[in-house]
C-alpha cells in the first residue's frame, strides 16, 4: 500500500505526490486557480468554521482543535466517504493532502492525515 503525505500548496508538485488533494475550506491566498496542480478540493473534510475561528483566534488550543476537528470527522459522512476514496487510491498511488497553514506543526492537515491513517489501518 502506498502512503499518505502532506504538503504545503506552495511547494512544487512532484510525480510521487499521487494524488493530490486540496483539504482547505478557502482557496490558498496568492495563488491562481490556474496555477495549482491538484485532482481534488475536499471540502468536506475541513474543519467547521466555528472550531477553525476559535483555534485561529487563540481562544483554543491546538489539544483541544485537535479533538473538536476529530470529533467533527468521526461525525462526518463526507469524512467517511473520502477515506474510503482515499483507501480506493492508496492501492495504486500515493496520496498528498495539500494545505496553506504557515504553522507546519500544528494544522488541520495533520489531524485529518492521522485519522485517515486510523481509519484506513
Known sequence: MHEIHLKRVYEAAEPSDGVRVLVD????RGIRKADLP???????????????????RGEMPFAGFREGYAEELEASEG????????????????VTLLYAAKNQQENHALVLAAWLRQKIG
Open 79 to 94: 469524512a467517511a466517504a473520502f477515506a474510503e476514496r482515499c483507501r480506493e487510491w492508496l492501492k495504486t498511488q500515493n
Open 25 to 28: 475550506r478557502l482557496w490558498p
Open 38 to 56: 491538484y485532482d481534488v478540493w475536499a471540502k468536506e473534510v475541513t474543519p467547521s468554521s466555528e472550531l477553525r475561528t476559535l483555534y485561529h
